[in-house]
């Protein structure tokens, strides 16, 4: 054989053989669907592909098994949907701690602002107001509320471990730890770009108004005035408040209270829905008429279960992890889909109508909250509107026969196993 032919055939064979890989390469699959395929399935030829030989901080990739090792089913990109309190820089004072996420540490949460406070027994939030609405979720202990509205009406009310408090943007309002160990509490801002340190207090106007304007507008001589704090008290030890309903009494005064509580157990309302693999228990204007701008869902899946795949059509969802372990998946047009882990103390994000689903990872309880900024909770399950569209129109897109198609959960089960 000539050296030319010789070249010819070797070159052909290795033709075939690059073909063949590629073929193989990029052979789509169930479980692993795209061209090329993703992840560490690519790597069993060649470990060493999957490994990360640089500098690394191993405690925090532990914790991100899903964005060191994604699903075969990923793809793409998407902004980071995962946050947390726990690096969160705490600002602390006597009394208690405040430490928050905003939009600015946390760019795709547009629409809601978190906070984390913790209030000794008898620590005091220094009577303020916002521009923005406040709902709270009582993680720990219990705090004392008080706030009025427009007409001068008052509400003095206890909240315990598990209750929620809201308070319309504008309204004045203080806060008071009464637990035995005081309180901790998440609060939420209708507006991502909201900041915690940056309120309309109480100490500040009063230090900033000239003392003849304090005289005129209490009617009591400027001298009265004059050992007002001139720094403002923010977080501050305060003493025990007395009984509430004395408090109630004093507050209502001749205008009364308010014709609405603002505050609500969330932890004691039955489930909206319980199933085998957890329950839910959702809190929005229909129920906590109080709440006009923030609806709430506080879920529970059981070890082995998985809030259900499903999405948001009327706003972003804000995540809050306060048991357990989780892994979420969000789906978006292109495709893209990421997966991320959350423990208790972090943050997740899922924009309006973006596909999600949220699996308990560990071996006990997943207790989270989705808030969002809306007047009452929507979600539309993918199974619900698959089992409520003709099977026939199913079955030609998914490949599956209508027999099985007439067994998927019809009812919205929220969490899974139903």
């Given amino acids: 054989m000539d050296t030319l032919s010789r ?64 699903p075969a089913t990923d793809v793409g990109d998407m902004p980071l949907f995962w946050a947390s309190f726990n690096n969160a820089p705490r600002r602390i004072q006597n009394g208690g701690w405040a430490r928050q996420v905003t939009q600015a540490d946390f760019a795709i949460s547009e629409t809601i602002a978190g906070v984390n406070m913790r209030l000794t027994r008898g620590g005091i939030r220094e009577m303020h107001w916002h521009q923005q609405a406040e709902w709270a979720y009582v993680s720990k202990g219990a705090c004392r509320i008080t706030t009025i509205d427009t007409s001068g009406r008052a509400n003095v009310e206890d909240v315990g471990e598990g209750g929620l408090w809201y308070f319309p943007a504008g309204l004045p309002h203080s806060l008071q730890g ?132 499903h999405w948001h059509p009327n706003a972003d969802e804000w995540q809050y992890y306060i048991a357990g372990a989780a892994e979420m998946t969000v789906f978006n047009t292109g495709p893209k889909a990421v997966t ?28 989270f909250l989705e808030v969002f900024r809306a007047p009452e909770f929507q979600d539309v399950s993918l199974s619900d509107w698959l089992a409520h569209t003709p099977r026939a129109m199913v079955a030609q897109h998914l490949n599956v026969d209508e027999a099985t198609i007439a067994r998927f959960p019809s009812d919205k089960p929220a969490v899974v196993p139903e």
């Fill in 7 to 70: 070249r010819h055939l070797l070159a052909a064979a290795a033709a075939g053989t690059v073909a063949t890989a590629a073929t193989a390469a990029q052979a789509a699959s169930f479980g692993n669907p795209d061209r090329p395929p993703q992840g560490a399935v690519n790597t069993l030829d060649n470990p060493a592909s999957a490994t990360d030989p640089g500098p690394q901080n191993p405690a925090l990739a532990a914790q991100f098994p899903g964005a060191f090792s994604p």
């Fill in 178 to 309: 009464i637990g035995e160990d005081g309180t901790e509490f998440i609060l939420c801002f209708d507006d991502g770009k909201a900041t915690e340190y940056n309120t309309l207090m109480l100490t500040e106007w009063m230090a900033h108004t000239p003392p003849d304007v304090l005289a005129l507008n209490f009617g009591l001589p400027a001298e009265t005035f004059a050992r007002i704090p001139l720094d403002d008290l923010y977080i501050f030890q305060g003493r025990m408040p007395g009984p509430l309903a004395a408090d109630q009494a004093q507050a209502a005064g001749a205008a009364g209270r308010m014709p609405q509580s603002s505050v609500f157990n969330l932890t004691g309302m039955e489930p909206t829905r319980r199933t085998r693999g957890g329950e839910v228990r959702i809190v929005d204007s229909r129920n906590f008429p109080a709440a006009t701008t923030i609806a709430a869902a506080l879920v529970t899946v059981h070890p082995g279960g998985m809030r259900e795949m």
């Fill in 340 to 367: 991320q882990n959350f423990k208790p103390g972090d943050i997740g994000y899922v924009k309006k109508s973006l596909g999600h689903y949220v699996r308990n990872t560990g071996t006990t309880d997943l207790v």
